[in-house]
């Protein structure tokens, strides 16, 4: 849930199928699955437990509320064909998952029924603490928006030389923003100048600090489900309290 996925039934005595574009649809799915994966088979390992989780996407038909297509039944090959602990991601997830990912192909072609042989299947192994924490930088080479990145640049400069600056980067979906700032945080990290990427989720609009938090985990890889001692100890003591924010206590009660 905190990653914007909705629940399907029980699958069986002890599984479950989850959805994230659906019933809402957003830019940035695939990137929410692969997340909430990742920290589902993090989060029960900690507890010495082991879950199969496969990854999948596509379009799909809903019919009563009920979505079907070629993702949902991938995604449920691929669980049933992962070992314990392991996160299959079929191709289509991959391509839309940006460079945030660590994915290692499998080795060989897997035998998935209704598929046959398939290949092509790649495995989560975890989350880079550099890279892009959201929404899809895709490969290839960048053209254009020349002017654009000299505006950057030129503030950029002019914050190095310590006087305040901030950009705005607005327009009509699908004509590259998101390329346009990943392409500009990746010529300072070239410069060796360190990047934090913050984003908002629709999902956390009650917790004014939860966008500046989930940055910090990812760029500490701390985890939502990290232990505060172990960040105390790493860090100057006066990041106790900070410590605490990016890595909360387990006990901690509702009220």
């Given at each position: 849930h905190p990653f914007g996925g909705v629940l399907d039934d029980p699958q069986g005595d002890d599984g479950l199928m989850a959805y994230f574009g659906f019933p809402y649809a957003v830019e940035d799915a695939a990137t929410c699955a692969l997340t909430a994966a990742w920290q589902l088979s993090r989060g029960l390992a900690e507890q010495g437990l082991s879950v199969r989780i496969g990854v999948a996407s596509g379009q799909v038909a809903v019919n009563a509320q009920q979505p079907f297509g070629e993702g949902v039944h991938l995604a449920a090959r691929l669980r049933a064909a992962a070992e314990p602990g392991q996160i299959l991601v079929a191709p289509s997830t991959r391509e839309r998952g940006g460079a945030a990912f660590r994915l290692e192909r499998c080795g060989g072609a897997l035998k998935l029924k209704d598929y046959g042989t398939l290949e092509g299947i790649f495995r989560l192994d975890g989350i880079h603490a550099d890279g892009p924490g959201h929404g899809l930088h895709p490969a290839g080479s960048f053209v254009g928006r020349q002017?654009?990145?000299?505006?950057?640049?030129?503030?950029?400069?002019?914050?190095?030389?310590?006087?305040?600056?901030?950009?705005?980067?607005?327009?009509?979906?699908?004509?590259?923003?998101?390329?346009?700032?990943?392409?500009?945080?990746?010529?300072?990290?070239?410069?060796?100048?360190?990047?934090?990427?913050?984003?908002?989720?629709?999902?956390?609009?009650?917790?004014?600090?939860?966008?500046?938090?989930?940055?910090?985990?990812?760029?500490?890889?701390?985890?939502?489900?990290?232990?505060?001692?172990?960040?105390?100890?790493?860090?100057?003591?006066?990041l106790d309290e900070l410590a605490r924010i990016l890595a909360p206590q387990r006990d901690r009660k509702s009220t």
């Open positions: 002017r654009e990145l000299s505006l950057l640049r030129e503030a950029w400069t002019t914050a190095c030389r310590g006087q305040l600056q901030w950009c705005v980067v607005q327009g009509e979906a699908g004509i590259g923003k998101s390329r346009l700032l990943h392409e500009f945080a990746s010529e300072l990290r070239e410069q060796r100048s360190r990047c934090v990427e913050i984003t908002g989720h629709a999902h956390a609009g009650t917790s004014p600090f939860a966008a500046v938090v989930d940055s910090l985990r990812r760029y500490w890889t701390a985890g939502s489900s990290g232990d505060a001692a172990g960040l105390i100890s790493a860090e100057p003591q006066d």
